[in-house]
């Protein structure tokens, strides 16, 4: 049966996509945001909530690369069903008035099996409706974003309430050879039990191009991982009836901590440097403090009760010897037991050969690799 997701203010079916093996943190970050039961799959966490929480996830989720509106479902068995379907969905509601929309189609168990010509059709209605068509892909970026699945004959059709994905926070202009994602680093943040602190330090002592304490940082002082003034969503006619197009700006206030880096590498401290620049812009928060330093001699002269967080290098996309950094971080953290909590990522599997033994808290999968996050040290009270 045909359904169409109008903007009557009624209940709304989202998508949130995430990276493999962050279901469990992001379903719960959506629980704190407001959302109630969810259904979580690989790489996603689907939901049906209000248009008022929808806004709120598609501003705040840190750990969602993207939300996605569900605004049609139609049977699509052969090209002259799925033309009727498209032409009856309410594109022109969800798209914004102007600017290129990236068209993106996965089919699968279906008789319209060939994804280029269900991207053709799904082009030719939003030029119906007066837009510009992107293939997903393409080098320029767009306003807005399409996504139509067919599975089994039966297509939806979802759009993107924020066209620019989550981990492009807008500060981060320069990546090193391995950098985390911002949303990645969220939810490191997250299960690691991190919180800010009055007066408190936060070190990581292989910060590479900083995104974990710029993503600390931004949690501390309440930065919006996405502009809601700049949500796809509050473009549109139909985003603009919820209410998304009077959107306030956040209340942005002062860090309360202290956000120490370090890298043996002066290019990735340079690269951190400019993003902490970038980050900070017109906002009055005080610099990241960074420096070129050995990884060891940066824990051996951390302040007391500091907390650590940080992805130690894995020697697949370094010229590190990971398992030589793994024992060199081990020696360095048998001289601190004073510092506060202590996590580490690692994502060459030798940790605990390396004598880093402590509690997973996290498994997930990145580019390929299977990736722990350890708990060695709980912070105390």
Known sequence: MSGYRHDDGGPVDLLCVCAPGLERLLQAELKALGAG??????????????PAVALQIARWSRIAEAVRLQIATFPARDVRALDRGLAAAPLDAWLPARGAVRVDVACARSRLYHSGLVTERL??????CGRTPEISGAAREAVAMLHLRLFRDEAVLRVELAAARAHRRGWREHVGVASLRETVAAAILRASGWQPREGGAL?????GAGTILL????????IPPRDPRALAVAQCDAGRRWGAGQAEAAAIGASRGAYLGSDRDPDAVAAARHNDASQRGRLSLPPLALAVRDLADAIADAPAGADLVCNLPWG??????AYATLRRVAGALRGRRDLGLVTVLDG??????AGLRGRP???YEQGGAKVTLLELRRRKG
């Open 123 to 128: 082009a030719e209605a939003v030029r119906a």
């Open 316 to 321: 697949k996309r370094t010229d590190d010897d």
């Open 348 to 353: 060459s599997g030798r940790a605990h050969e």
């Open 203 to 207: 070190l990581d002592p292989c910060c």
């Open 361 to 363: 808290l996290l498994r």
């Open 37 to 50: 039961p969810t259904t979580p799959g690989r790489g996603t966490v689907q939901l049906t909530t209000t």
């Open 215 to 222: 993503e600390a940082r931004a949690i501390d002082a309440g």
